[in-house]
């Protein structure tokens, strides 16, 4: 991807600045864009030999966001040069990188190379470009198929942050009820439990289940580039939520079930986050007409009812020094871990965090 550029030139953003911050948060908002500076790692902006402001572009890990130019540029390079600039800084640390943009708009990126992967009308369509594609991602699960008698195949998707006996109930749960299960664990190191620790948790509190198959999401279940809404500071039960969910639900259904033939989809009630409620929501909307059951699981409680057991309620208990309120929550692989010394930098980020996750 190469443009001509002798009729721009491009700066990148000083995001500590206020002046710079206010001037690309003007040039979106008339757009119709709420720009956020703590919402990206990079940003850039785009003039013309006469020093006026034609577009800007901004990059959060693997995905490109608050792309615009202005409405008397548009038929210029200027969108084109922006997208490449990007996905250029993208893939020097990435082999591929994402995009939500309007439906409408998705014809724009596809002219650059972006290959189409899932559209929530009328809010999002979302892309990909790179080195690798979904296509790899089918192939890792290809690789993982595990053999059966039967069409009883399950699949559970969980973050774990931290694992607790609710998650482990319901693991236990769609074992017993199915040949397989495919458990699904998030994969992106966006949560305060990294993934590497949160995997071997959920490996040795499942160790007796035989017929569990562990996988990881990759970038295309529940991850900050495909759904990240789910990963922003705030909760939601709005538009934004629901149609998140229903691409993310539709990428599970069009690129990931079919190939480990899943017929069953175990999920957890939800009280407590309404993004994780739309996201339940969105699944029992989709998934049927995919031919694939949501089966949800009532939330267990522990000492009184309504007591539901939430690893939010445990990550709380950590960060107000309450954790033996809670601690019958907890299998005994994290029961462990959370009373040694090796989770002192856990307990640290939580206690000083702001987020959810």
Known sequence: MSFEDTDFRQEILDLENPFDVKLVGNFLRNLGFDYEPNE????????NLNDEFIGTGSVRKKTLKFVAVSPKFRETTAFAQIVTFLTNKILESYKRCFVFTKPNTSKLFESLGFSHIATAEPLFSVLEFGYESIKNYQEYLKENIIKTKTDQIASIVVNCNPFTIGHQYLIEKAAAENELVYLFVVSENLSVFPFELRWEMIKKGIAHLNNVKMLSTGSYIVSGAIFPHYFLKHE??????????EIDIKIFSEYIAPILNIKKRYVGTESY???????????????????????????????????FISASKVRKAIKNDTLQGVIDFLPPITKDFLLSDDSLKIKQKIIKGKGRH
Do not use: F, W
């Open 273 to 307: 986050c309404l993004t994780t409620a739309a996201y339940n929501n969105a699944m029992k909307h989709i998934l049927p007409k995919n031919n694939i059951e949501v089966i949800e699981v009532k939330r267990i409680s522990k000492n009184g009812v309504g007591n």
């Open 236 to 245: 939601s039960g709005s538009l934004i939520s629901e149609k998140q969910a």
């Open 40 to 47: 990206v790692d990079l940003t850039m902006i785009l003039y």
